[in-house]
Antibody, heavy 121, light 107 residues
Framework: EVRLVESGGGLVQPGGSLRFSCAAS????????MSWVRQAPGKGLEWVAN????????YYVDSVKGRFTISRDNAKNSLYLQMNSLRAEDTAVYYC??????????????WGQGTMVTVSS | DIQMTQSPSTLSASVGDRVTITCRAS??????LAWYQQKPGKAPKLLIY???NLESGVPSRFSGSGSGTEFTLTISSLQPDDFATYYC?????????FGGGTKVEIK
């Protein structure tokens, strides 16, 4: 079965750090771009970051540049998001998503179940 | 950044209705547009990519059209399982952005 399973969310104080991971199974993880997308409570979807198959290219939304780092370990079929200097506005459900395997396409064809991050004192 | 504007934000419809949702981009995105369906407490599900390509396993009552700056998602005959929120997303350039969503409610 093709799956993405996030883990590592939780409650963190403003200014704190959190790292969570996404375990992929059922497909050749190293062949796909991967992404993080978030959704604040009751709000719409916001793309956060993308990473190329070999990790050589990374892209971020401006609001997280310099604070968040996307990475991957293809040997472990895992995607990561390191979040530093967290702010209240980073509170959201974070989804791991696979990018469709077609040249030029950056649509998300598979999603994890999401992990909740709450930034609050 | 390219802004994506969806309309309407809420839509009330009945089972069997034909439903159309519009998504406008603030500048041309060619056909680099996707549509997603999201139900409460669940992850989004890809319906359409590259404006008009139906994702595998998605019912044929869903269709997408458009190019440039105007796009539509059409549900030809609304089914009970289709009551959800729908989002468009462009991927013409970074940052990738989503529309604000259209909630399809039961009339």
């Amino acid at each position: 079965e093709v799956r993405l399973v996030e883990s590592g969310g939780g409650l963190v104080q403003p200014g704190g750090s959190l790292r969570f991971s996404c375990a992929a199974s059922g497909f050749t993880f190293s062949s796909y771009w991967m992404s993080w997308v978030r959704q604040a409570p009751g709000k719409g979807l916001e793309w956060v970051a993308n990473i190329k198959q070999d990790g050589s290219e990374k892209y971020y939304v401006d609001s997280v540049k310099g604070r968040f780092t996307i990475s991957r370990d293809n040997a472990k079929n895992s995607l990561y998001l390191q979040m530093n200097s967290l702010r209240a506005e980073d509170t959201a459900v974070y989804y791991c998503a696979r990018i469709i395997a077609a040249a030029g396409n950056y649509a998300f064809d598979m999603w994890g179940q999401g992990t909740m991050v709450t930034v609050s004192s | 950044d390219i802004q994506m504007t969806q309309s309407p934000s809420t839509l009330s419809a009945s089972v069997g209705d034909r439903v159309t949702i519009t998504c406008r981009a603030s500048q041309s995105i060619s056909s680099w547009l996707a549509w997603y369906q999201q139900k409460p407490g669940k992850a989004p599900k890809l319906l359409i990519y590259k404006a008009s390509n139906l994702e595998s396993g998605v019912p044929s009552r869903f269709s997408g059209s458009g190019s440039g700056t105007e796009f539509t998602l059409t549900i030809s005959s609304l089914q009970p399982d289709d009551f959800a929120t729908y989002y468009c997303q462009h991927y013409n350039s970074y940052p990738l952005t989503f529309g604000g969503g259209t909630k399809v409610e039961i009339k």
